[in-house]
């Protein structure tokens, strides 16, 4: 038995099965899928009520009509905006009686505060922030699967939102929705703003929208979300966005033939995929948007959802456009038509669905990314023989085999995977993996079943244990994701002749857990613009081959699917980059001068949809840009959203060398026209 390791800086909160009276009756984490369905019935408290995020929140919920009866900080008791403050999450359970918690304080302090929420039974529990270490939401999975009262939405999502209930739990741009009649469930928050507003200017509206997020492990899945929405009667229709990472995907086009297959009408589905040009091995923005050993590309996904019927479509602003044939075609568009009225305006649409897409090559599995910390393979081989363990460079003789630990997305907990055969070309091949829960460890069975699946030798086979367990203490004790060796039997011991090691950085950047391990960055090996960028908070990778039209975009998920786009209109993005969902001025500018530095550029394309971020704020950062840095390139402008004719009109009148569009086809094919000039 591998013993569980506690990390220091952890949260304090001590768990027993005594809070979880309902495992006597064999329930489990799945029985609570319907506290999902939210509404004007659901009372809402926050934690960390009084911090200023929060508060802000709060006063734009309220006046929505969502029915927050109060929250939580710890160490008060009294009034915040006329309503009350209590100490704890389990005092505010009895004095208030909250359906939900939306949890409002920073990526350290949130761990603590989503287990005090499931320790103290709250039906729904809504994490919106981003860069929770990925150990910290490990353990509170494994926390929950021992449970079966309350369902955890996040992290890294815009939350949970009820259009026709008027309950929003996230910080969603609420002049973007309307009721009606379409459930959403997406990974990106921009994307899912997009669609909303897409379904929106359709006259469709929405009935519920889930923010899965885009963390390594969510909360709530695809899945967890088509249940709730094939039994919702406010739901006719379902819209699903995803992106590159995980098999969430997958799992929800098998899921989607099985009720297809029982069902006589069923509700018409469209979705997106985001990441089809992603760029190899990197990690594209969110946290989980990067792909593991054994797991699907996009273009997989994408043809897993169509092969079950799914309607793809390689743009958001197509998704209502799209949602209107099916439900039309369906038999269901003359019933729960939504009424007119939103905040966003009926503009020029797209009104084409998805083209076929030029196939990718696949590429072999490496991290380079700094959301996460991926270390020389040098250094990767000297922590194992720290710990005792044979290694060392690959000689040329002996047969690989593949051994790691890594994250299980599917099970929600870490595994060993394991390949037979591992070389070049196919690093994992017949790769199979082997979950065990966080807090348990791995089991001597398990270890025996690895070592049948790796084809070992006798001989070989009493040296696998001190390998796997060399490599689970390593990745417990050092909060890797990722720990991925080669090795070769060698006179009967196992010697590791190659290694793949990524460590997470949030458990630096958010608690300075980890710092002999971040100590080992090599700055001077990664491209300088890109570690540039990051100092200003701004995602930024440099795309290989001749593209020359530069991107500059608010969110993860936004800025993957333009690159997408623009390829599907014929044209080459030289970057990605992800301004982040809070864009600024100065952000914007920041961002023009990374570009810039591009010589392949010869346009740039700004592509911002507005939710948190202000249409007119991100027109005053491009005229910003030209007055400071002095821009040569012509800009093409896309802005929707939020303030997005205030942008426009910005952008318009300013006499400079600008184009400014609302259609995202229409701005991408000006941007292509300019970049081939």
Known sequence: MVPRHVLRGRSTCTWTRKHFSSSSRHLSYSDTISNLKIGKHTRVIFQGFTGRQATANAKESIAWGTNIVGGVTPGKNGEHLGLPVLPTVREAMKKLKPDATGIYVAAHQAPAAIEEAIEAEVPLVVAVAEHIPIHDIMRIHSILKTQSKSRFVGANAPGIISAIGKCRIGFQPLPCFMPGRIGIIAKSGTLSYEAVASTTRSGLG???????????????????????????????????IGEIGGEAEPEAAEWIREYRNRSSNPKPISALIGGVHAAAGRVMGHAGAFTLPGESDALTKIKHLEDVGVTVVNHPSKLGDAMKVLLGNSGRASSGAATSGSGVSQRRGLHTLRRVRPRVASYSFQIEQRRNLHIAEDQALGLLRERGINASVYSGKGRKHMLGVAVDR???????????????????????????????????????????????????????????????DLYMKKEAFLLETMFVERLGELKVVGANFGFDDAAFRSTKRQEDIHALRRIEDEDPQEVEAEKDGIVYIKLAGDGNIGTLVNGAGLAMNTVDALADAGGKAANFLDTGGKATSETVKKSFQVILQDPRVKVIFVNIFGGLTLGDMIANGVLLAFKELEMRLPVVVRI??????????????????LHAFDDFQEAATKAIELANK
């Open 410 to 472: 599917a099970n929600l907990s870490p595994c060993i995977v394991a390949s037979p055969a591992a070389d070049t070309n196919q690093p994992h091949l017949d790769m199979k993996k082997f979950s065990f829960d966080y807090r348990k460890g791995l089991d001597s069975i398990r270890i025996a079943a690895i070592a049948q699946h790796l084809q070992l030798t006798e001989s070989s086979k009493d040296s696998l244990p001190k390998l796997i367990n060399g490599l689970i």
């Open 206 to 240: 929405q009935s519920l929208c889930i923010g899965m997020g885009g963390d390594v492990l969510a909360g709530t899945n695809f899945v967890d979300a088509l249940k709730v929405f094939e039994h919702d009667d406010d739901t006719e229709g379902i819209i699903l």
């Open 640 to 657: 929707r959203g939020t303030n997005e004719e205030e942008g426009q009109k910005i952008i318009g009148e300013s006499g400079l060398p």
